[in-house]
Every structure is written in structure tokens, then in C-alpha cells.
């Protein structure tokens, strides 16, 4: 299962697909586990973190960010700058 980004997404890319529009999420310095039951992009609006799949090699994010995570993915996520994303399930 690969995690798919493009670092540093243009400006139009970003108008385009209505990221603005998205959902906002929030998470403090942390470490956790979790479990996409369903696909989820994200564009990383400012933090710093690295998730590690399951049996994977760690990928490293940040602000400009966008991000697909696959459904069925589980992985570590470890923050080490607080995050803010936007986000749309499936």
C-alpha cells in the first residue's frame, strides 16, 4: 500500500480541487496508531510529522503537503511539530 504525495502542491492545484473547503483537523506533538477504513486526502496547512506503515519505510510530511492515504493502510503516525491539515474522506 503506497502513500501517495506531492510535496509543495501548486496554488492551482489546491483551488481546484476546493481544499479550502475541506474540513479542518488538529493534532498536538504525539504518537499514535491508526487505521484507514477508507482513502483520505489531506493538505497539510503547517506541523511536521513522519507516519510509518505497517511493515514500511517512514515517509516524512509538512505544510504544502498533499497527501492520499489508502484505505486499508495501518501505520504510526509521529508528530513532531503540532499539525493542521484539511481533509476529505473517500
Known sequence: MN????HRASHAKVEILGIYDWPI???E???FTWHYDRE????????EFTV???GG???QFG???L?????GLSCTWKITKAVEKHYRIG
Open 40 to 47: 483520505e486526502t489531506c493538505y497539510i496547512l503547517r506541523g
Open 3 to 6: 502513500i501517495l504525495c506531492e
Open 52 to 54: 510509518i506503515p505497517d
Open 57 to 59: 519505510e517512514p515517509q
Open 29 to 31: 506533538e504525539s504518537e
Open 63 to 65: 505544510r504544502g503537503d
Open 25 to 27: 483537523w488538529e493534532k
Open 67 to 71: 497527501i492520499t492515504f489508502p484505505a
